[in-house]
């Protein structure tokens, strides 16, 4: 039984060495097989289990997209906030070199003090919760074991996720209380700088609307004073006499046209007028696009919500009246007392000294526990 002639053997061993050199032959390079495997893990992680739905679905296909957008914000960060200084320097500077002047010398005392104290208190509250907003840290999670309660893990991260928390991809990082990445502060909004983030925008549509609102004559004017200017340019400098009028002396001997009179206007009114024009365009531009969101703000604030907890409590609410239930904000404390929390109004004085004034008090809580508003009453007697 063990005798097999050689022949065979020598033959099967001659089809095993042809098989395997063919096979080596056909193999693709290593990055070839290596990317192949990684697509292939890729598409078996759609349907791996029965927790896929069409957003896992869709943040896989466009994973790549949302890198790209998250490399050019995180770069380009600076240059927003440079932006921004820029434009708002311009604008301090038009008002303060062009606009404070002719204020003085035509308006009433009345309307130069209101001018003057409205102005300067806009603007420093304007520059104080930019920086606040910009250089305050938004608060991260512990990365240490702690006994704290989380609902999930980062995936990203791998570290456990408080309530109301999420990853920043921009800032690789997960954030408390997170209501998304500003690239005009290149920071994130967050627990600790959400108040300041908010005050920014809301003095700074007031700043935009109060110069829009009392520019606007001065606009039209300059407006209308550079369209003179632009038809007087257009004329030509002199006008041909010929005929008649050379010979009973309308113009001196060996003169052949006659000079219109010299311009009377300067090349510093058309950089007045100009000025004027770009404050009031920046201006009513600024305030109308920044006021839709800060309108939009107040009132997730109102319902106790951020920008990414508005999706989330959006998709809960369709999936809890799929079975027949209503869903509840666990975070809404009422519309009054949600105000309250967020800008850490405590007494009624604080309306003045932590609102209308420029205050580094910190929020309500860490922004890990979401515990402690437990009651519905009203945190001030109204």
């Known amino acids: 039984m063990r005798w097999c002639p050689s022949p065979i053997l020598h033959l099967v061993r001659c089809m095993l060495v042809r098989s395997c050199t063919r096979k080596a032959r056909s193999r693709l390079p290593l990055c070839f097989r290596e990317r192949w495997a990684y697509f292939k893990l890729l598409s078996r992680s759609l349907y791996f289990n029965s927790l896929t739905d069409s957003d896992v679905v869709f943040d896989s296909a466009f994973e790549p997209v949302f890198w790209s957008v998250d490399y050019v914000t995180r770069w380009f960060g600076l240059v927003f906030v440079c932006l921004v200084v820029i434009l708002t320097s311009c604008v301090v500077i038009i008002a303060y ?17 209101w001018h003057i104290c409205y102005g300067h208190w806009n603007l420093i509250m304007i520059a104080f919760h930019y920086y606040k907003a910009a250089k305050t840290s938004p608060g991260h999670p512990p990365t240490v074991k702690s006994d704290i309660r989380f609902v999930s893990v980062c995936k990203k991260c791998i570290l456990p996720k408080p309530a109301r928390t999420h ?4 800032c690789n990082r997960c954030i408390l209380k997170m209501d998304h990445h500003c690239p005009w502060l290149n920071n994130c909004v967050g627990h600790f700088n959400h108040r300041y983030f908010f005050s920014f925008c809301l003095f700074m549509t007031m700043g935009c609307v109060y110069c829009s609102i009392s520019g606007r004559n001065l606009f039209l004017d300059a407006y209308n004073t550079l369209e003179r200017i632009k038809h007087m340019d257009l004329e030509k400098p002199g006008v041909p006499v010929t005929g008649i009028g050379a010979l009973i002396g309308l ?3 060996g003169q052949t046209k006659y000079q219109t009179p010299a311009p009377s206007y300067t090349f510093m009114d058309k950089v007045f007028n100009k000025c004027i024009i770009f404050l009031w365009v920046l201006t009513s531009t600024v305030g109308v696009s920044l006021g839709a969101l800060t309108c939009w703000h107040a009132h997730l604030i109102s319902r106790g919500e951020t920008s990414i907890e508005k999706h989330i409590n959006f998709n809960e609410t369709l999936r809890y009246a799929s079975r027949g239930q209503i869903f509840k904000n666990p975070f809404n404390y009422g519309r009054l007392n949600n105000w309250k929390i967020f800008l850490g109004v ?37």
């Open 97 to 113: 070199a062009v606009l404070l002047p002719m204020i003085l010398r035509t308006y009433s005392t009345g309307w130069i003090v």
């Open 167 to 170: 990853h920043c991809g921009i």
């Open 251 to 253: 113009l001196p001997s």
């Open 346 to 382: 405590e007494r009624r004085s604080h309306w003045v000294t932590r609102v209308l004034l420029p205050s580094e008090h910190r929020p309500y809580g860490d922004g890990l526990k979401w515990d402690i508003y437990t009651c519905k009453r009203d945190l001030i007697p109204v």
